[in-house]
């Protein structure tokens, strides 16, 4: 019913900035939350970021609270991320996921529906 493809990722330096995409297309009713999780090599999958249709709704995961923020264009069925003073512990593949996910399962991967591919965002020390 969903399909989700990532989009801008890279190679950047710590300090810079990034803003990755992603875009959407099928039903909009599976996608009312849509996040941001990632996971680096060895590590579990990890929260980022998510927010419901009405971009008022959003949640942050510690580590990238303002740092990240995460925001739709829901004209443009496409979620963003934009990513400031990025660190070396950015660096993962970031996916994008959407679901009927509601307060408090923002951060649970599990609640989602759909999964994007993913793409890599590197940070260089």
């Known amino acids: 019913q969903v399909q989700l493809v990532e989009s801008g990722g890279g190679l950047v330096q710590t300090g810079t900035s990034l803003r990755l995409s992603c875009a959407a297309s099928?039903?909009?009713?599976?996608?009312?939350?849509m996040g941001w999780f990632r996971q680096a090599p060895g590590k579990e999958r990890e929260f980022v970021a998510a927010?419901?249709?009405?971009?008022?709704?959003?949640s942050y995961a510690d580590s990238v609270k303002g740092r990240f923020t995460i925001s739709r264009d829901n004209a443009k069925n496409t979620v963003y991320l934009q990513m400031n003073s990025l660190k070396p512990e950015d660096t993962a593949v970031y996916y994008c996921?959407?679901?009927?996910?509601?307060?408090?399962?923002?951060?649970?991967?599990?609640?989602?529906?759909?999964w994007g591919q993913g793409t890599q965002v590197t940070v260089s020390s």
């Open positions: 099928g039903r909009t009713s599976s996608r009312d939350t």
């Open positions: 927010v419901r249709w009405n971009n008022v709704v959003t």
């Open positions: 996921a959407a679901g009927g996910v509601a307060s408090p399962y923002y951060s649970d991967y599990r609640q989602y529906d759909y």
